[in-house]
């Protein structure tokens, strides 16, 4: 049980002259959903196809459920490719069935899970429709579905939310807590912070095909430090010898209404409290004060900077 | 297994459930059918042709009119004869005392009108015709038997159209019936208006044209001279045929009167005939002689050979465009994802190799269903030769070699919708393969007639040919040598190419972009499983 899930041990992974993925190690524990951030091209693709053994690595370990190989362990993974796609001329009950016969279930009880999962997800009234009828979201929904219909304990969904709207993303996102909840670890990647920001437990983030972070969402907020928005005539560098206090910034992109803006980037565990105290005792004139946690939003362009802009595209 | 097997049902489902297998499996024998019945409906249909005689000479019209009358004849006797077949009662139906005699009767009549046609016509005509002959049949015709509907006037001599001068020069004439001709002006007979078939015009002293062997007379023809047919119908040739036939013979009559030779005993003595029979070394004593059932026998294997063709390439098309649809869609990613590529390739091979086979099987079935339901003689006689087929060695070699061509192609073309995301470029890639599969539908007469010679021989040894060309030469008893080095060399040549193809379609189906080139193919190939 103590066993991670997945890990991923010095892993590289190149075509040609283009390194895809360069020696990235991580391991995922049981239980938990782990997000895979980073921008387009970054390699998350390709690490996920190593980890189901679509892509052999060129060198580096990958160890799935114990095993060398998800061959070995395949009717224990569910997968959503990022492009997604299914028969159009399959019956929407019998698509999932399929899908999860091959997965090892028998007849039977696969097409009695596709029904169960269908009418479970509020899609009861399609299992007789043909895939090429359905909405491109409703389409996905039971893509999602073939991928957890044989009840796998590893799931692995590739940009899950593309393509979806806000109603449907909750769906999706309610979707994934439930199964997480049944005690199974789920990977999903994306290049939405919000979904992972709401989702994860852990993040993984690359760019370039190299790792930049692995760990907490909250260890991940702290890498940027928080920060207090103030607007107010007063000139207030000389907040900078509070203590916690890093530094004091004039932001002159938010000057608006004719007063300054400034910004305080605190240090993690300081307590914003001190500085409205300060303000108060001192009889500023605040039009606004701001107290933001980073967000992962944040976090993500610090992380990656402006290279993101810059990859190669794969 | 179990995921092979789970492939090639869903394959097979859905092939089944699409309307191009249906029209597949419709289409052929609708149109074999159709094709039947319209030409029978033709045969009985056959338009009334009308035509023109001029005869300024005054010597051959009575010649004329006996040809017309006698290729008339010619149709109700073959009309007849296939009523006769069609009806006649049984031989054990017959009453006793005639039994023999009669069947014998009749027998030598079939047997007759079968192989010597101008005799039996003859003999026809001077025995009274269709009424003798209804006589003659009556006791031997099936209680149900309808009564006998002779068919209609083919051919109906019209008077010349009112402003053409009979005694006009024939250039005139022919100028005077130019519109009619041209089919610019229609003739009006019994109140309708027809099209002229045919101008026929015999010019006054065309027996000075007449050619004599032996004599000076012996020229080049020139055009125009002779007995002068205008038609602007140049396919149906069975009017002008008679009429020469009818014109020459009644000239030699006349010769040999002029020379006091007994016009019939030359007759008789043209009728003496020496029959010819084929017999086949390989049968048995006292069955060698070649029946209808051994001849289709010998013919079978092309149908065999269109049949492989056929459904190979209905099945191998839609190996394509299924792989290319999986490939585009990116459902490819989840099969891999849960299975080998090598279970979802053979799935896919044995799945469309089952609908393959479900065609053939209906095919078969409307087949027979159809030699059923519609009793004709045709198709008596086809039942007859099928029984034959079936009890002959010839279906185990067909589905020994439908297999392992379809698995030999089969591989080729998945490998090569592994390679590719639209149809468009798969096709590029399939050119070169079509023309090789045409090859041996073109070579398939060549080798039926010779089917041991020398090209049969080397194209059985190229794998690619051997399911074409042995089940071309099956028939034919080829040398042992060649039925098992072919066989082992074509299985041995299945298992190589699957095996590529496997390793072409693992790294295949992933690709995204342009289909590889040569180069990258081999290196593909050689790569170790990945």
Not at chain 1, 296 to 313: I, R
Not at chain 2, 87 to 104: E, G
């Amino acid at each position: 049980m103590n066993d991670p899930v997945l890990s991923l041990q010095d892993v590289t992974k190149t075509y040609g002259d283009f390194t895809a993925v360069s020696e990235v190690s991580f391991s995922i524990p049981h239980g938990s959903i782990y997000g895979f951030l980073g921008p387009n091209g970054a390699g998350k693709t390709t690490i996920i196809r190593m980890i189901l053994d679509i892509l052999r690595p060129d060198s580096g370990q990958i160890a799935v459920l114990g095993h060398d190989s998800a061959m070995a362990v395949r009717n224990r993974i569910g997968y959503l490719p990022e492009e997604k796609g299914l028969y159009k001329k399959m019956k929407v009950w019998a698509i999932i069935s399929y899908f999860a016969s091959l997965k090892g279930l028998d007849r039977k009880t696969a097409k009695r899970r596709a029904h169960e999962l269908l009418e479970k997800y509020g899609l009861a009234d399609f299992a007789e429709a043909k895939v090429e009828s359905l909405s491109k979201g409703m389409g996905q929904k039971v893509q999602v579905i073939s991928a957890i219909a044989h009840d796998p304990e590893l799931i692995i969904l590739d940009e899950p939310f593309s393509g979806l709207d806000p109603v449907n993303q909750e769906v999706l996102e309610q979707l994934i807590r439930d199964i997480a909840s049944e005690g199974r670890t789920i990977i999903f990647s994306t290049h939405i912070m919000q979904h992972a920001e709401r989702l994860c437990d852990r993040l993984l983030l690359i760019t370039g095909g190299r790792k930049i972070f692995d760990g907490t969402v909250s260890e991940a907020r702290s890498i940027i430090p928080r920060r207090v928005t103030l607007q107010t005539a007063t000139d207030i560098t000389h907040l900078q010898s509070l203590p916690g206090v890093l530094a004091v910034h004039r932001n002159e992109e938010e000057d608006d209404a004719g007063e300054p803006t400034w910004d305080l980037h605190l240090e993690e565990h300081s307590d914003p409290q001190s500085i409205l105290r300060l303000c108060f005792e001192q009889n500023m004139a605040l039009t606004r004060f701001d107290y933001t946690r980073a967000s992962l939003h944040d976090v993500f362009v610090h992380l990656v900077g402006h290279d993101a802009g810059e990859q190669t595209f794969r | 297994m179990r995921v092979i097997w789970l492939i090639a049902l869903r394959e097979y489902i859905e092939n089944v459930r699409t309307r191009g297998f249906w029209l597949g499996v419709l289409l052929i024998p609708v149109i074999f059918a159709g094709i039947f019945l319209f030409s029978a409906r033709l045969a009985e249909n056959a338009p009334v042709r009308h035509y023109v005689l001029i005869d300024q000479s005054g010597q051959y019209e009575e010649a004329v009119a006996s040809a017309i009358r006698r290729e008339h004849q010619r149709r109700i006797l073959q009309s007849f004869t296939r009523y006769i077949q069609q009806y006649r009662r049984p031989d054990a139906d017959l009453p006793s005392v005639s039994a023999d005699q009669a069947s014998s009767q009749i027998d030598r009549f079939l047997n007759d009108a079968g192989s010597q046609e101008i005799a039996t016509l003859d003999q026809w005509l001077s025995n009274g015709g269709l009424d003798n002959a209804r006589q003659m049949a009556e006791p031997y015709l099936r209680d149900d038997a309808p009564p006998f509907e002779a068919p209609r006037e083919q051919f109906v001599a019209v008077p010349p159209p009112e402003p053409v001068d009979p005694t006009a020069s024939p250039e005139q004439i022919v100028e005077q019936m130019r519109p009619w001709l041209n089919d610019e002006q229609r003739l009006r007979v019994d109140g309708e208006s027809v099209r002229l078939f045919a101008l026929i015009l015999i010019p006054d002293g065309v027996e000075e044209q007449i050619m004599v062997p032996g004599s000076e007379g012996l020229q080049p023809r020139a055009e125009g001279e002779g007995v002068q047919f205008w038609t602007g119908n140049l396919t149906d040739t069975r009017l002008p045929n008679a009429i020469e036939a009818s014109i020459n013979r009644n000239i030699r009559e006349q010769a040999f009167a002029e020379r006091g030779i007994d016009v019939s005993a030359v007759q008789n003595i043209q009728r003496m005939r020496l029959p010819l029979t084929r017999l086949d070394p390989g049968q048995e004593e006292g069955e060698e002689s070649v029946s209808m059932a051994d001849t289709f026998r010998q013919w079978a294997p092309i149908g065999f050979v269109y049949l492989i063709f056929i459904s190979l390439m209905q099945s191998v098309q839609y190996l394509l465009s299924n792989t290319i649809e999986e490939k585009s869609n990116r459902i490819i990613e989840v099969l891999i994802a849960s299975v080998t590529p090598n279970e979802l390739m053979m799935g896919k091979l044995v799945g469309i190799g089952m609908s393959g086979i479900t065609t053939i099987i209906a095919w078969l079935l409307s087949f027979f269903v159809f030699i059923r339901l519609y009793q004709s003689v045709e198709t008596a006689m086809i039942a007859q030769v099928l029984d034959v087929l079936l009890g002959s060695d010839l279906i185990p070699w067909f589905i020994f070699y439908y297999l392992s061509g379809y698995a030999l192609y089969a591989g080729i073309f998945l490998a090569i919708g592994s390679l590719c995301n639209t149809l468009k470029e798969a096709q590029s890639l399939m050119m070169p393969l079509m023309l090789i599969l045409i090859i041996p539908i073109i070579s398939m007469g060549f080798i039926a007639q010779d089917p041991n010679g020398t090209l049969a021989r080397v194209m059985s040894w190229i794998p690619l040919f051997t399911p074409f060309s042995m089940m071309n030469r099956a028939a034919a008893q080829p040398p042992v040598f060649d039925l098992i080095g072919t066989s082992l060399l074509l299985l041995a040549s299945v298992v190589l190419v699957l095996w590529l193809s496997g390793r072409v379609f693992r790294q295949g189906v992933l690709r995204t972009g342009q289909p590889p080139r040569l180069l990258e193919l081999w290196r593909m190939m050689r790569a170790r499983p990945s």
